[in-house]
């Protein structure tokens, strides 16, 4: 088969790879769970190796879809993954390396934004992107008091990034098809993620805090990835 044609004949749906994701994010949930307290130290490895894994296997998923929407969709999705997995490796590090994690993340978010802006106008139309900044509001409001001082810019910079993100899938799904509707799926379940995530840390603990966190946050990035993957979801959705 020539490379044209290995680029424009759809992939099959990996499930191998689907399988693989899966049992890396249960461990690194589990991990995280079993980890709680001084007696279940000794589970943090299944959460060290399962948290970036998890997070690689997504990236090949993204790597290796085809036919892709675009070379520069794809590109700034594998930019935007690899911005997360340095996330995650600076969140669950010894020490409090929060500042460096929520920069990584804000990175990867605007690499997730310029990915949306490859086909679609800036909040077009804009009612997504003012749901989705309102919602961003409302947290930082409820939260403000529990933030510390330091933490406050860097966490409102993160707020509006992430909020414009949301926004921005958002409103590209309105006149989109199947691959920006999941494209638009991940990013508001990656808002959600977040957002109990800052729960946890300022207002928590809550309950299965990790749970909700890793669980939302893998089936984010994992729809994320999918949506490079244009025609062959179309073709599925159909």
Request: proline share 6%; charged share 10%; with cysteine.
């Amino acid at each position: 088969m020539s490379v044209a044609a290995f680029e424009t004949a759809p992939a099959p749906y990996p499930r191998g790879l689907a399988l693989a994701t899966l049992v890396a994010a249960v461990a690194a949930i589990a991990g995280a769970l079993l980890a709680t307290g001084d007696a279940g130290h000794g589970w943090l490895w299944l959460h060290w190796c399962g948290k970036p894994l998890a997070t690689a296997l997504i990236f090949v998923l993204a790597w290796r879809a085809r036919p892709a929407q675009s070379p520069r969709y794809r590109r700034w999705i594998l930019a935007g993954i690899a911005g997360s997995l340095a996330g995650d490796v600076f969140l669950m590090l010894p020490g409090d390396l929060f500042v460096p994690g929520l920069l990584a993340f804000l990175l990867a978010h605007g690499c997730f934004i310029a990915a949306f802006l490859g086909d679609s106008r800036f909040a077009a139309p804009a009612w997504p992107l003012a749901a989705c900044i309102a919602y961003g509001v409302v947290n930082l409001a409820l939260l403000w008091t529990a933030i510390d001082a330091p933490l406050r810019v860097p966490v409102i910079v993160y707020v509006a990034v992430l909020a414009m993100m949301g926004g921005q899938a958002w409103a590209r799904a309105q006149h989109g098809d199947a691959a920006t509707r999941l494209a638009a799926r991940g990013a508001l379940v990656f808002m959600f993620s977040d957002s109990v995530l800052a729960w946890d840390r300022f207002r928590g603990p809550l309950p299965l805090a990790s749970l909700w966190v890793l669980a939302a946050y893998y089936l984010a990035l994992w729809w994320i990835a999918r949506s490079v993957q244009g025609i062959a979801i179309e073709d599925e959705a159909s």
